[in-house]
């Protein structure tokens, strides 16, 4: 198998747009891949070959493994949210929203699905049961991403608006957050650990904040520049469309329009990595359950409109810990 620069390209990975990649949280080795070409594919990433394949009946937008088995669940244009078990090679139609499905997170707390929506919505649903869907939460406008940690739910919609939700009282926000960021929200992700999440927009620019209000941890809040660079004299600035946390370390990884992957350690503000540049815009990173892998989507998002660009491709690439090790380890964490 060849390894490049870019890391192991996934053999027979789609050949539309690629949306999301997400690593089971149970097998190092399996991957999902959501695609505009309607399929969700599930890959063994270290013998390189696909394991399934199933579809919806439009663009898949996102998808989420189970914490308790290897079950995905993917939506997307066509508004059905769908479970798909790797075992039995079994699908179900859990339900559906009256637009587009954006996001699908899975909470280990609930042990249920959370989606996101165009429709303005966000839903929870518990595939154990008969009737799927256990709650419907409205929200100020479309939601556009979202991201689950413990008991808490960051959803970021359009008009930068970033709600926090407490899984035990899901019926009330449990606070609206103000970002520091100043143009649109594209991606959210919640810090391994609990402490806050990280926020990314379409102005080349990433937000470490904290769910603690202590005035003494709401000052650690922070926003930086990133993806951008000088062509002919002028700068130019790219939408950083991936974030993935490190499972291990708490580092993170972001992808951009610029087709750069970088490696953040966020809570000492550093630069821990830059990879080679990839053919085309990052759509989607995932680490696996270890972190010894990094999923990365190179597939055009259309930052620059209708043009010619690189074949989609999803590669994986080895990581080794001095690559996501922060700068400055904590006492007892090597």
């Known amino acids: 198998m060849t390894v490049g620069p870019h890391g192991t390209e996934l053999a027979d990975a789609p050949r539309d747009g690629i949306s999301s990649v997400e690593f089971s949280r149970i097998d190092p080795s399996l991957l999902a891949v959501a695609s505009w070409d309607k399929t969700v594919s599930l890959y063994d990433v270290v013998a390189n070959v696909t394991r399934a394949r199933y579809s919806h009946q439009a663009a898949v937008l996102d998808l989420a493994f189970s914490s308790a088995e290897d079950v995905v669940y993917s939506a997307g244009l066509d508004r059905v949210v769908k479970q798909y078990n790797v075992a039995s090679q079994s699908e179900r139609d859990l339900g559906s929203h009256e637009d587009a499905v954006r996001c699908v997170e899975y909470s280990s707390e609930l042990r249920q699905v959370i989606t996101g929506s165009w429709d303005k919505s966000v839903k929870l649903w518990d595939d154990r049961q ?17 991201s689950t940690v413990q008991n808490k739910v960051v959803v970021a919609t359009a008009g930068r608006r970033v709600l926090i939700y407490d899984l035990r009282a899901m019926k009330q926000i449990f606070e609206e957050h103000e970002t520091t960021l100043k143009f649109m929200i594209r991606k959210v992700a919640c810090t391994p650990t609990g402490e806050g999440f990280a926020s990314s927009s379409i102005e080349g620019r990433i937000a470490v904040e904290y769910f603690d209000r202590a005035a003494e941890v709401q000052a650690k809040n922070y926003s930086f520049k990133c993806h951008r660079q000088t062509i002919d004299g002028v700068d130019t600035i790219y939408p950083v469309n991936a974030l993935a946390y490190h499972p291990i370390r708490g580092t993170f990884a972001s992808g951009g329009g610029d087709g750069i992957v970088n490696i953040w350690d966020g809570l000492n503000k550093k630069r821990l990595k830059q990879y080679a540049r990839y053919p085309t815009s990052i759509a989607s ?44 380890v904590a006492a007892g964490a090597q």
């Open 285 to 328: 990173l995932s680490f696996n359950k270890d972190g010894t892998l990094l999923a990365v989507a190179s597939s055009y998002t259309f930052e620059e409109g209708e043009k010619d660009h690189p074949v989609d491709a999803v590669y994986v690439r080895s990581i080794s810990d001095a690559e996501v090790r922060p700068k400055t």
């Open 130 to 146: 008969s009737t799927a869907l256990t709650g419907t939460l409205d929200q100020p406008d479309k939601v556009y991403s979202l």
